[in-house]
């Protein structure tokens, strides 16, 4: 009996069921859907009415104000707002994706509320042909919208996450179209949309770069909706047919006669199955086959197009027109005998404890995995808790005798049940079907849960299926925030925290930040001390001002970005000294910003320095500077920036006298400054940039090359270079200009402290032979003479001063030098024999 009173709400179109269940009695009173615009969002969304003001209506005892009332599909209130907008009439209306609410006004404005008639800023202009031409038809889909305003001008925004938008190709009509339909981009081969148009005996498919003429000889038509996957079009011609085609107007699947030339009010898809038309009183479900199936009403209506069937809202009910699921059927249906009705018949006779349970299983007892499955399947797709419960019951009963079936799938079908079966609750609203909540994915029935603020549903089926509850938890504590502006902060702390602890590893820092922008910044100061990260504690102190707690726990963290990142913070917003006093007390900030400023910012840099005493330091920066000077391209030497850098360097010698540890620096430095005076008059003299930052020897060098012998002595002087130091440098100097003369004059001025070997040297290299041999003589070791010799080729000479020294060694060298020479071997030879017979080694 129980499959017959089920099968008995069915109604066959061809050979396939449709049912019709009342999922809700509305909450709602005194809403007329007849007197009243009306917008219910998909998957079992929520529902905006506001009243119709283009209808003339009677107020019962009923503000004057028009107000929009957002509902669940429930009809439980969840929020209201006065509607103030200015723009004109109410042209569309319609929810999109991420359940918010678009209102389009004749001025071409769009407006956007939440589900709690928030309204979501900005709001959007269609641009200033839709301001000047009204707005007269809008068609909306899944996340998009197009409108045409009175001089037949197409615009649209493909996609309200990037609301741009933008204005399609010319119709160039002068009429306005009888009917528009829109293909959802995702559909089309283009990828952008692709707008319908009814004009005439024909269709007009618009485009952002084009338009085209199809379906030439259907028309008119006066109402077109388009399938959910894009690939078929309804649409009910001026002489009352019903042509269902492909969208590309290639074929005609399917065409039905209504009877009535009067275009329906609504038309809509049913799945995929079939298609509704609905009149004043009369629903009519048509499918490709067969007799239509008519549904009568006294009271109007809303459709609200689903994936697998159609909502069906009225004043006092929400209803679900659906085709009934094969498993359902092979259950309930009137004399059924597959193994699914008789397996739920045994469990009926088993509850009745009659020996034909037995009996059936014994019949099915092959199929009864099959059987089971139809049970789990049937209960996912019913509304009715106490049908699941029972069909659910059949499975378990069929599974104990079955050893092959996946317990897996019960246990999932189970769970999936419960979430929907809170889902569905009229506090809540949502009256997903099994395929509706598949499609939408878990994740999104919570986020809207949370959405609506249904936070503790929403945390229980996140706990129930697994999820990560840091998201309902983070939107809760946020929200909880918003509305507790009364509640002071160390007790709205503690009730956060009891929950926030409940997630491990959430934002602390997150939370604080929505505080701090709701002006609570001590309950921010308190939440950001709990998060665990200091990557996103310390940015998050540093924005509510707590830059000296921000210091400490990036210095704590070690994290060296995290310290920049604060300095760079507390240096731009604090004076010079107070940030000096900061960072002083802290070694690591301490030495990452001397480390920063040496780099980069020498002044600051000394300010510090001096600050804290530390003189020696700001000494070695103005040294350090006075360097950096001879490196810039403006100071070509003997300019006048030289005198800057002698400036530095004696503030930098001044500052290394005042402590006695650095006598070494103070003494170098003020030497420095003298020789870069004495430089730079130099350059000036003799109008030659070639002695600044040169040494002091080639400084006296580069003074006797140019002749300028008072300037050399003068800087030995100045910088008391020694006699022998003085000598050598002269020597090679008077030798490079090849001043002869005054080379051998030098020599003879007094007894030269270095001996006479660098003058010999200073002539070998300059290959000059004759003066060489004029200081070769006045060389007191006879060894240095002998090398001496050989080096300018004098073999017998060289000889003659090694047998002086008696050196057996010395000969065999000279002996290699004059290899070539056969006759200055034999000497070298016969000096050594004779040496040898001297009994010298």
Not at 799 to 805: K, P, R, V, Y
Not at 824 to 841: E, H, M, N, V, W
Request: hydrophobic share 40%; charged share 25%; aromatic share 8%.
């Amino acid at each position: 009996m129980a499959a017959v009173s089920v099968a008995a709400e069915w109604q066959l179109l061809y050979n396939r069921y449709y049912r019709k269940p009342e999922i809700y009695s509305l909450q709602w009173k005194n809403v007329d859907l007849s007197r009243n615009k009306v917008a219910c969002a998909s998957f079992g969304g929520p529902i905006a009415v506001i009243r119709d003001d283009s209808k003339i209506v009677q107020l019962y005892a009923e503000s004057a104000l028009r107000k929009l009332r957002i509902f669940n599909s429930a009809g439980v209130q969840i929020s209201e707002t006065v509607w103030k907008n200015p723009g004109g009439r109410l042209i569309g209306m319609a929810w999109i994706d991420d359940q918010n609410l678009v209102c389009v006004t004749q001025d071409g404005t769009v407006y956007r509320y939440n589900v709690h008639a928030e309204l979501v800023e900005p709001n959007i202009s269609m641009g200033k042909e839709c301001f000047e031409h009204s707005v007269v038809e809008c068609v909306f889909w899944g996340n998009g919208m197009v409108c045409i305003n009175e001089a037949n001008q197409v615009f649209c925004i493909p996609d309200f996450k990037n609301p741009k938008p933008c204005k399609l190709a010319d119709t160039n009509l002068e009429e306005l179209p009888l009917c528009a339909a829109v293909i959802d981009p995702q559909y089309t081969m283009s990828g952008n949309v692709e707008v319908l148009l009814g004009v005439g005996d024909h269709v007009l498919l618009v485009e952002e770069d084009g338009i085209q003429e199809v379906g030439v000889g259907m028309g008119p038509l006066q109402k077109m909706v388009v399938s959910r996957n894009g690939k078929l079009l309804a649409s009910f011609t001026h002489d009352g047919r019903l042509l269902v085609m492909s969208t590309d107007f290639s074929k005609i699947i399917f065409e039905h006669n209504c009877e009535s030339a009067l275009p329906p009010e609504q038309l809509a898809w049913c799945g995929m199955d079939s298609v509704l038309l609905y009149w004043d009183d009369m629903l009519l479900m048509v499918g490709p086959y067969g007799d239509p199936v008519r549904y009568l009403y006294d009271e109007p209506i809303i459709l609200i197009p689903e994936c697998d069937g159609v909502r069906i809202l009225s004043n006092n009910s929400m209803e679900f027109l659906q085709r009934v699921p094969d498993s359902t059927v092979s259950i309930f249906k009137i004399g059924s005998t597959l193994p699914a009705a008789l397996l739920y018949d045994a469990l009926d006779h088993f509850d009745r404890r009659s020996a034909k349970a037995d009996e059936n299983l014994r019949l099915i007892r092959s199929s009864l995995p099959e059987a089971v499955e139809a049970c789990i399947d049937a209960a996912g797709h019913e509304f009715d808790i106490s049908r699941q419960r029972t069909l659910l019951r059949a499975a378990s009963y069929g599974q104990a005798f079955c050893s092959h079936f996946q317990r897996d799938r019960f246990q999932e079908m189970c769970k999936t049940l419960r979430v929907l079966n809170a889902a569905r609750n009229h506090e809540i609203g949502i009256p997903l079907s099994i395929q509706q909540y598949k499609m939408l994915t878990p994740s999104v029935l919570i986020g809207r849960l949370i959405n609506a603020y249904q936070h503790l549903l929403a945390l229980q089926i996140s706990e129930y299926l697994g999820m990560n509850q840091e998201v309902v938890i983070m939107h809760w504590a946020c929200s909880k925030i918003t509305a507790s502006l009364a509640i002071p902060d160390a007790t709205l702390l503690e009730i956060l925290l009891d929950k926030l602890k409940l997630c491990k590893g959430i934002s602390y820092a997150a939370v604080a930040a929505h505080a701090d922008k709701n002006g609570r910044r001590k309950l921010a100061a308190m939440l950001v001390e709990h998060e665990p990260r200091s990557s996103k504690q310390v940015p998050l102190l540093l924005s509510i001002g707590e830059e000296d707690t921000a210091l400490t726990k990036a210095t704590e963290s070690g994290d060296t970005d995290l310290v920049y990142l604060v300095l760079f913070h507390i240096w731009q917003k604090r004076p010079s000294l107070e940030f000096f006093g900061t960072i002083q007390a802290r070694p690591l900030a301490r030495d990452l910003f001397i480390s920063y400023a040496r780099c980069c910012k020498h002044e600051f840099l000394k300010d510090f320095f001096l600050s804290t005493g530390q003189l020696q330091d700001v000494a070695f920066l103005l040294w350090k500077e006075s360097w950096q000077l001879a490196k810039n391209p403006m100071a070509s030497k003997g300019s006048p920036l030289h005198s800057p850098r002698i400036k530095l360097t004696e503030k930098a010698q001044g500052l290394f006298s005042e402590t006695k540890e650095h006598t070494f620096e103070s003494k170098a430095a003020e030497e420095h400054a003298k020789l870069l005076r004495i430089q730079h008059e130099l350059e000036v003299s003799t109008k030659q940039a070639i002695f600044v930052d040169s040494s002091i020897s080639d400084t006296i060098r580069t003074c006797i090359v140019l002749g300028n012998h008072r300037a050399a002595v003068k800087v030995k002087t100045e910088f008391k270079v020694s006699e022998k130091r003085w000598y050598w440098l002269k020597v090679f100097a008077l030798a490079t200009i090849r001043d002869w003369d005054a080379l051998e004059k030098f020599s003879k001025e007094k007894r030269p402290p270095i001996g006479y070997r660098p003058f010999v040297e200073a002539c070998v290299d300059a290959d000059e032979k004759g003066e060489a041999l004029k200081y070769i003589p006045k060389l007191a070791d006879p060894r240095e003479r002998a090398e001496a010799y050989a080096r300018i080729g004098m073999a017998k000479e060289a000889a003659d001063a090694a047998s002086q020294a008696k050196d057996g060694e010395l000969l065999g060298r000279l002996k290699l030098t004059f290899a070539q020479n056969a006759a200055a071997s034999s000497i070298f030879d016969t000096i050594r024999d004779r040496l040898s017979f001297q009994g010298i080694s």
